[in-house]
Structure formats: C-alpha cells, structure tokens
C-alpha cells in the first residue's frame, strides 16, 4: 500500500491489487455499455459506436447514439456506480455483510415517495423522481434517528432499518391497492426498476450529485472509514471524530441510494453483491470503495444488456435481472455466513 500526500493537506492512500481491480471493472463496464448502444433493432458495429461518439458518425447514427441510446446507458453505469459505492459505505459503517441499502430500507423509503406522488398526486416523471429522492432521505433521518442511542451501533442500524423496511413494505402494498390500474401498473414497472425510456433529464441530476459526494467519500473520508473499521475506540484514538464522519458517509450514501431511485427505481441487489463481490476480487480488507463502485457500473449495464436482448423482443425491467441473480447470490452468502459461524 502507497500513499499520497495531496497539496490540500489529505492523504489518500492506494492499494495496487484494489486499484487494478476498480480499472479493469471500469473498462469491462465501457466496453459492455459500447456493445448496448450498438445493440438493437438498428445494430451498430463497435467500431461505429465509437466513431459516432467521438463526433465523427453519420446523422442517423448520431441520433441513435446521442438521443436514444446513450442516456440509457449512461444512467444505467452512473446508477450502478451510486449504488456500488453506497452498498460499500453502508456495509462498512455497520460491519455487516447484509447492510446494503435493499435491507435497510432506503429503498423501500424511495417506493413509498414514489407512490405517495403516482398514487395520490398523479405527478409525471419529474414528480416522481423528487418523491423517491425525498423518501429516501426521510427514510434515512428516520432510521438514523430511531437508531441512535448516545452514538450509532451497527447492528443497531440494521435491526431498525429492517423493521422500518417491513413497515414500508406494507405502506407501499396499500398504496399500490388504492391506485387505478394504470397507476399501478405503472407504480409496480418502476418498483420493480427500470431503465426503459430514460433520458438526459434522468442521468444529469444523479451526475451533479456524484460529483459532490464520489469525491467527499473517497477523499474526504475513505481513510477514516478504513481506521472505523479498526473500532470506534481505535478511530477516536488516531483522532477520527466517529460520530461526524459516520454521519456525513451515512448522509451521503443515502443521498446517492435516493437520486439513483429517482434515476432508475429501485434497482434491488446491486449495492448488497456489488461490495461483496468486489471485497473477493481484490482480496483486500476495508470498504474497497472505488472496486464497488466500479463493479456495481458493470454489475448494472451488464443487467441491463441481459434484460434488453437475452429474451428475444421481450424486454424485461433490469430489476428482474438484478433481483433473480442477486436473490441467489444472497443465499448463497447466508450459507456462508452461516458455515462461517458468523450468523
């Protein structure tokens, strides 16, 4: 491990294995995003996707490019970057393999927001995305604040972002029997989380926020995240104030959690294995906060691929893609918890 002395007074310290591993999934995400844009009822070769965005295609295929099929994928890996390196914040702070934002109910905030403004407001697209961004961060104050008792213990987080996740998940099945049936219709496709139809009105807010809250997480707090990891007592006695670095990463990783729901619904599973999976690539302890989010942008887009073009003309919502492999990646880590005799 090297570190880096930055002119600002931060230290930044880099761990090779981690780093190759966060570029290596970063270029795996590029390179499946260059084969979904070309991908389609107009295929497009490699080589001509990247011309067009260099600017040097033709005019249809730039309006292909450019207006349709871009800004899905762009959401789609800025999504899976937001919830990679949330899922590896959350999973850090409590200390805790399931302690991603789909069991903490943060997701299950950002549905209830959702159906308050489809349900019983009637909002469009841009109504909807601020309901799930509120909910999300009201879900979040709440947990925090049910969980706090002189400081936050982990698995006191996780025990009150459960139970709030199973009160929600009742509030969000009464909402959705008082909707009409276009409205629930169209509350379940967006629960169940999508990227169909996606524009530059979605990507660009959660673009705005990343880049506020990427660097205030990797740079502004990652090396006390890694000495947390070590215990509170040990964090306060190297001079890390806990309770407000906690804080700010929990304020943070919710706000990404909330404005990819906004951008894409609720996209389940990819926070939960995203870390994890990135945690067994690099074989290297701490958060492993650029891999996760790195992987989580290939773990998306690649999702994605899958549920656009794997089932002939039925297109499925990227969630079901997500939710069927995540959902067996899940047992698979209870079983070694379990063996581990961790749980």
Avoid at 79 to 93: D, I, K, M, P, Y
Avoid at 322 to 342: I, N
Wanted: with cysteine; proline share 4%; hydrophobic share 55%.
């Amino acid at each position: 491990m090297s570190v880096i002395r930055t002119g600002g007074g931060l230290s930044v310290s880099i761990r090779p294995r981690a780093l190759l591993v966060g570029l290596l999934c970063a270029v795996v995400a590029l390179v499946v995003a260059v084969f979904a844009i070309g991908s389609g009822e107009y295929p497009m070769a490699p080589g001509d996707v990247i011309r067009t965005l260099l600017g040097q295609g033709n005019p249809a295929d730039a309006f292909i490019v450019n207006e349709l099929r871009l800004p899905r994928v762009a959401t789609a890996l800025l999504v899976g970057c937001s919830l990679g390196l949330a899922g590896a914040v959350f999973q850090s702070v409590v200390r805790n393999p399931l302690g991603s934002p789909d069991m903490l109910g943060f997701t299950h905030g950002s549905a209830t927001g959702a159906l308050v403004v489809i349900v019983l407001m009637g909002g469009g697209s841009a109504g909807l995305a601020v309901g799930a961004a509120l909910g999300g961060i009201v879900t979040g104050l709440l947990v925090y604040g049910l969980a706090w008792r002189r400081g936050m213990h982990g698995y006191r987080l996780v025990l009150v972002g459960v139970g709030v996740a199973a009160i929600l998940t009742g509030v969000n099945s009464f909402l959705i029997t008082r909707a009409q049936i276009a409205e629930a219709s169209r509350a379940v496709l967006w629960m169940t989380g999508s990227l169909d139809g996606r524009g530059w009105d979605d990507a660009l807010p959660l673009l705005g926020a990343m880049a506020v809250l990427v660097p205030l997480i990797l740079l502004g707090c990652g090396r006390a995240l890694r000495m947390m990891e070590m215990g509170d007592d040990a964090a306060n006695a190297l001079g890390v104030r806990v309770e407000r670095v906690r804080l700010t990463l929990l304020s943070a990783a919710v706000l990404l959690v909330a404005l990819a729901a906004a951008a894409a619904g609720p996209v389940a599973f990819v926070a939960l294995t995203a870390p994890q999976l990135a945690k067994r690539v690099t074989r290297t302890a701490g958060p492993n906060l650029l891999p996760s989010m790195c992987m989580g942008a290939a773990l998306l887009i690649a999702a994605d691929l899958v549920a656009q073009r794997a089932f002939g003309d039925h297109q499925l919502p990227v969630g079901v893609v997500t939710g069927v492999l995540g959902g067996g990646y899940l047992v698979w880590l209870l079983a070694t918890e379990r063996k581990a005799g961790r749980i």
